[in-house]
């Protein structure tokens, strides 16, 4: 199988290779050098997640950049919802309120979420139900590394960086001005809003934006179970009506009331609200800057039924004995739950000019992050049960459990000047990262201990640019040090890489790049339901405590090494011009892969998981060709295809879990002065290669159309620019399971809705 996946990789990338390379030129032939202003020039811009300062025709990376109207458009109110329809990126949702960017079929603690080139510290990796803190809305540009990247962020980027950019640091003198934005979603009523203002004092510049986000429950076009669970829980009803005909009627009336609402044609407690709010500033001269901001985010997101199980052992039942307590447990179901999450950070940057014989620049960014936030359980008590079957009867809440994280981190760049080497210009960074964190989790759901760490890293990359030719090679050193209370892990990783681009002609280039990436492995893994006092997975299982979101026992594993990929990648891309494309290979083997796996067994109703270690590969392709179709005086059309997959594998030949299935589409374009519209479809193909105790997840075609009008407005004899948007998602009502989400068989995609709004600077 290993073969044959392989070969049909190279079969297509030749197959698409040739066919886009062979529209490429006809196209160039026959149209020669129309201009489509649209079109970004990508060497004009700077890659920020870059520490050479490169631009995206240069840089040896697969990056993905989402910035001006493109992001607009796919601005959502989670990351991963709002990066979904770049090639080799998918979102790992859990309901309305969580979506986790994938990349390349990695997620979670093996993609790195930043704010501005510093990691945001969140508890978003420690569960897939924990939403990360960063808010699309404001962003001004958000970039993406496809691909392995702890070269240049360290332990948690080998499969990939996110970085969402803002401008709550002014790197530039900013003129004054004023950004709105308000939208509707018919699709779960949402309203939200945005502002955006700046201005300057001389040389002091200022940045101040807030949002507000509010939306009920999620329209969605089927039963939120599938039928693939649907046929398990008949199979399961069967088995058990065999073994006990006596409790056959009962039991079939308790599995109706556990999967209410799955006909209703809403996602039940998918609602959800949120706010952030940002304030910046700095001090902006001809030779750098330096600059503060303090930001806020508060979210309320509800987790849908079904998807959060309830199992804990409370004081009361060590006290009272635990059949007691679990007899109470039934008394007091948990109707709901909701996570109430808010973080604070400080972010400080500087960058500075210097005019010495070693140093061209010098750049210093830091931030401080203080995140928290808690489960709430909504529960009938005992004694109001029998009001539990009116419409608007209360429920009590309780903070099941509360997770608390808080740290610092700092980053110091020191880029050279540039010298003569073999008749090209040598170019290079020096940098030192430093990071002081603490993670702990308090409540019926602590399964990982207090853990304190503290990570110390250098690295340095150079380029080599001669006529035709880039190379590029960098090295990385690692300590991370883990301490939950006395037991202390420390590892040390190491990363180098090396690619090398050549410059086909003026608008295209090939890279060919090879690295090699570490990663230790996280707290989740090296700590789930550890007895601290021996450094050993708990001897008891009754003190065993289940992960809610996974509906699982997650064990540790002790003794686990450092994860070590070996990665190789291939790209051409033709970045200017009219027509632009991009074709990618790509692969990975990685040795002592850290997995989740369940052992077969159960405890108290639920399977038992442990960490384990193996080989394993990740392979794949993504492709992308934007080209024009016609050309009026006053307006234009293109078309964008694209496609993407990937497959994930032990050596041992099993599928890894939630891996995205195939997809290909494409997207038709038209712009005129002032008005835009897109009609988009995607096909999404069946995704039947499993991981144990895995459902397979069915084929949709989604048909997405947008259009956006352009205006200006007098006031007071000053002209400021308008726009109002459509957009209709879904507009086939298809059902969408994403096979990255935990939670799909239960939790469906949006139905059909119509999105509408108002964009409005001043």
């Known amino acids: 199988m290993k073969t044959l996946f392989t070969a049909r990789i190279l079969g297509a990338g030749t197959l698409v290779a040739c066919t886009f390379t062979g529209a490429v030129a006809q196209q160039a032939e026959s149209l020669g050098d129309i201009e489509t202003p649209h079109i970004d020039h990508l060497e004009e811009v700077h890659v920020i997640s870059s520490p050479l300062n490169q631009t995206q025709q240069d840089t040896a990376l697969a990056i993905t950049m989402l910035k001006d109207e493109a992001l607009r458009n796919a601005a959502s109110g989670s990351l991963g919802e709002t990066l979904s329809q770049q090639v080799g990126i998918h979102s790992a949702s859990f309901g ?48 993406v590394i496809r691909g392995p990247a702890t070269l240049l962020y360290g332990n948690g980027a080998i499969g990939g960086v996110v970085n969402v950019v803002d401008n709550r640091i002014p790197e530039q003198t900013l003129e004054n001005a004023v950004a709105l934005e308000t939208r509707y979603n018919s699709v779960n009523d949402l309203n939200s809003q945005v502002i955006v203002i700046e201005n300057n004092l001389g040389a002091l510049n200022f940045h101040i934006d807030a949002s507000r986000r509010r939306a009920g429950e999620l329209s969605i076009p089927v039963a939120a179970e599938s039928e693939a669970l649907h046929a398990l829980h008949e199979d399961d009803e ?50 750098g800057f330096v600059g503060l901001s303090y930001g806020k985010v508060r979210k309320n997101y509800g987790l849908p039924l079904g998807t959060h199980v309830h199992v804990g052992h409370d004081e009361h039942e060590e006290e009272e004995g635990v059949e007691e307590g679990i007899e109470e447990e039934h008394h007091e179901e948990v109707e709901k739950v909701r996570i109430a999450m808010q973080t604070e950070r400080w972010e400080f940057k500087t960058q500075w000019d210097l005019s010495n014989k070693l140093i061209q620049q010098l750049e210093a960014s830091a931030s401080y ?37 808080s740290g610092s981190q700092l980053k110091l760049i020191a880029r050279q000047q540039p010298a ?58 690692e300590s991370l040090q883990l301490k939950p209370d006395a037991c202390d892990e420390q590892n040390n990783t190491f990363s180098a890489s090396g690619s090398v681009v050549r410059k086909l002609n003026n608008s295209s280039n090939l890279t060919a790049a090879y690295s090699v990436s570490q990663r230790a492995p996280a707290s989740e893994e090296r700590y789930s339901n550890i007895d601290i006092t021996t450094c050993q997975l708990k001897a008891d299982p009754e003190t065993w405590v289940a992960h809610g979101a996974t509906a699982q026992y997650e064990l540790m594993a002790t003794g686990l090494e450092n994860e070590t990929a070996h990665n190789m990648e291939i790209r051409w891309r033709k970045h200017t011009g009219d027509i632009r494309a991009e074709f990618t290979l790509y692969r990975s083997n990685v040795n002592n892969y850290v997995y989740l796996a369940r052992t077969g067994e159960e405890f108290e109703g639920l399977p038992i998981a442990q960490y384990e270690q193996a080989d394993a590969y990740f392979q794949g392709w993504e492709a992308e060709v934007t080209f024009p179709l016609a050309e009026w005086p006053a307006s234009h059309w293109d078309i964008t295809l694209f496609t993407d997959g990937v497959q994930a594998r032990l050596q041992s030949g099993d599928n890894l879990p939630r891996i995205p299935p195939l997809r290909f589409g494409g997207q038709l374009n038209w712009h005129s002065d002032n008005w835009a519209a897109r009609l988009r479809a995607t ?10 105790f895995e459902t397979p997840s069915p084929s949709y075609v989604l048909v997405d159309a947008n259009m956006d ?31 990255t989400s935990y939670v799909k068989d239960v939790a469906p995609g949006a139905g059909r809705g119509i999105l509408m709004g108002l964009r409005a600077s001043f």
């Open 238 to 287: 069967h088995d058990e009506h065999e073994e006990e005909e006596g409790h056959e009627e009962g039991h079939e009336e308790d599995h109706a009331d556990e999967h209410l609402d799955s006909s209703s044609g809403v996602l039940a407690n998918s609602s959800l609200k949120d706010w952030s709010a940002n304030i910046g500033a700095s001090w902006v001269l001809d030779t």
């Open 709 to 739: 009008y352009h205006f200006h407005i007098n006031v007071a004899s000053k002209e400021y620019e308008a726009a109002v948007f459509l957009k209709a998602n879904n507009l086939l009502n298809e059902e969408i399971r994403h096979h």
């Open 96 to 143: 309305a309120g969580v979506g986790q960017p994938v990349v390349r079929g990695q997620t979670g603690n093996r993609v790195a979420v930043l704010q501005n080139g510093i990691a945001e510290l969140d508890a978003a990796t420690a569960s897939p139900d924990h939403a990360n803190s960063v808010e699309p809305l404001i962003a001004k540009r958000i970039e």
């Open 683 to 692: 096909h999404v193909a069946k995704q039947d290669n499993l991981a144990a």
């Open 420 to 477: 003569t080497l073999l008749n090209g210009e040598l170019t290079g960074a020096w940098g030192v990262q430093l990071a002081n964190a603490t993670m702990q989790a308090e409540g019926e759901e602590a399964f990982i201990p207090h853990t304190k760490l503290r990570s110390n890293a250098v690295f340095v990359v150079q380029q080599l640019t001669q006529e035709n030719w880039i190379f590029e090679t960098g090295l990385r050193a």
């Open 369 to 405: 992050t203080e995140y928290k936030h808690q489960e709430l359980e909504y529960f009938v008590h005992e004694e109001h049960e029998e009001d539990h079957e009116e419409e608007h009867a209360e429920l009590e809440v309780e903070t099941g459990t509360e997770y608390r994280r």
